[in-house]
């Protein structure tokens, strides 16, 4: 499997962290607050549409909302592969970054 970006693992964990509470807003506001950067609705959704692509997630709708003519809210949450995945993605950091600590910053 190719390995995920910044923004594929921040999405991936914001829909770990919500469980059964991801959905659009709720992922796009955690991913913000991970990477210190706001993202776009279309950029989110884009993104979560590659990972279900990828069968890194999966989705459900919700009930609609109480009000005349509300909308159904779609749930993610992730699939075996994209635990998977993720802990790869972490696994690999903490392996650079172990490597990295070898390495003085004030000598660069």
Do not use: C
Not at 55 to 62: E, N, T
Not at 64 to 76: A, D
């Amino acid at each position: 499997m190719k390995d995920l970006t910044l923004n594929e693992t921040a999405i991936l964990l914001a829909i770990l962290r919500k469980k059964h509470n991801a959905y659009g807003v709720a992922i796009k506001e955690d991913v913000s607050n991970f990477i210190h950067k706001k993202i776009s609705y279309g950029t989110l959704y884009s993104y979560l549409d590659q990972l279900f692509r990828k069968g890194l997630i999966s989705k459900s709708l919700g009930e609609p909302t109480p009000e005349r003519g509300g909308r159904r809210k779609t749930y993610y949450t992730l699939t075996n592969k994209g635990i998977h995945a993720l802990e790869s993605a972490y696994k690999r950091q903490k392996l650079i970054w172990e490597k990295m600590s070898e390495i003085s910053f004030d000598k660069v």
